[in-house]
Structures are given as C-alpha cells and as structure tokens.
C-alpha cells in the first residue's frame, strides 16, 4: 500500500534562510508525488507535482522538490524563507496499487521567524 | 468563476443527530472526494467518487455516508454512529481520479454542542 511519512512535524527557519521540508514514500509502483500548501483560513494549494519526468519540479513561489527512487524521498526546498510561506505543508503519493486515490502525509508546519 | 464551494463554513451538532455537509463543484470533475483534517494527522481519506451513482469508502467511513446523484455535488452526512465528529472537513474534486490535481473547497468546521 502507498504511505508517505513527513519527517518534521515543525520546521522553524528565519526569514531569508532556506527551507528543507522533509518527505519520504512509500510505493511498489511508479508513484506520482505532490505538495500542497494551506495557508491560515485558506484552502489547499498545489505547489508541485512529480509524474515520472524529470526529477527535479519546479514548483510556484520559489519552491522546488527533488524525487529521488534511491533514497525513496521527495524533499521540497526553498532557497530563501519569505514571511509569507509560513503555513502547513502536505506531501502525498498516489499510484496504481491505490487506484490512485492521493494519500496525505501528517503535514509539516513551517514557522517563519523575521 | 469555476470552484468548489462547501457550506456551511461552521456547524454545530447536537448528541444524536445527523449533519450534513455540501459541497458542489461547477468544474466538471468526474471525481470528488471528502477528507477529515485533524491536528497532527493530515487529511484522512473518508469516501470518494469516481462517477455519479458511484462511490467508495475511504480510510475512515464508519459513521459517514455520502451519496453522488449529480456530478456537480457530493454531500457528507455525519451521523450519530460517528462518536468523535469534532474535526475540519474538506471536499475535493480532480477531472478523474487519476488526475494530477485536486481542487479543495474552504472547508467545514465541525463542532460538537
């Protein structure tokens, strides 16, 4: 069965420093792999996708996240916080043995200190 | 101004009784989905759709039940089976289930008297 373990439950970073969000998975099949964001009050925004082209995704907002099969991990990474991308992050899985229902890690809450 | 919209945005139930949960969407997703947020725990998968007439449970269905007699709607009955309700509920919908994109509505907050 798929499953994605978030490794952080916080990540505390000051502002202008850079952003590691930890993800690892879980898949016997070619997985496709998301991150989603929720701001305070807001609802749930994509912020990349992986589908099994190329490794590293670009995503919106500066941020972008590595696949890598070997380590089975999908990290998102931020060169330089910004005040505003404090909030919850979301990693999921979804592939063929879970008839690709998405799967959402425990999510990670980001602290932007100024 | 395409979306997904879910009413209302704060609910109150009392011992015993069942609340329902909208959520419609004019995207023109085949598939949709409700979730239950709680803190520390993510999004917990409660029922899908797949098509209209069709749906599955998900992860957590016990105390639920939905039902999909338009493509456009996808409501969530919390019944007096679901001992613990208190939770944010959130409703998807993706153009197919093995779509690349979800599409979330603001969510429902879920509160017991």
């Known amino acids: 069965a798929q499953s994605v373990t978030q490794l952080d439950s916080h990540v505390s970073v000051s502002e202008g420093t850079p952003v590691l969000l930890r993800c690892n998975y879980s898949s016997s099949y070619s997985p496709s792999l998301f991150w989603y964001v929720q701001h305070p009050n807001k609802g749930l925004q994509l912020l990349l996708k992986y589908t099994s082209a190329a490794t590293l995704v670009k995503g919106i907002n500066g941020f972008e996240a590595e696949f890598k099969k070997s380590e089975t991990s999908f990290h998102l990474t931020k060169p330089s916080a910004h005040m505003s991308d404090a909030a919850e992050y979301f990693c999921?899985?979804?592939?063929?043995?879970?008839?690709?229902?998405?799967?959402f890690g425990r999510g990670t809450s980001l602290i932007v200190h100024p | 101004d395409g979306g997904i919209t879910q009413s209302p945005k704060y609910l109150f139930r009392k011992e015993g009784q069942n609340v329902t949960l909208s959520c419609e969407q004019n995207?023109?997703?085949?598939?949709m989905y409700w979730y239950r947020q709680d803190p520390g725990q993510g999004l917990r998968l409660i029922y899908y759709s797949q098509i209209v007439n069709d749906f599955q449970k998900g992860d957590i269905a016990e105390g639920y039940s939905v039902s999909r007699e338009k493509k456009e709607s996808f409501p969530l009955t919390v019944t007096s089976a679901q001992k613990n309700p208190t939770a944010f509920y959130l409703c998807a919908s993706s153009a197919q289930v093995a779509a690349e994109k979800l599409f979330f509505g603001s969510g429902t907050q879920l509160s017991v008297l």
């Open positions: 999921v899985v979804s592939d063929s043995g879970g008839s690709y229902i998405p799967t």
């Open positions: 995207l023109n997703h085949d598939a």
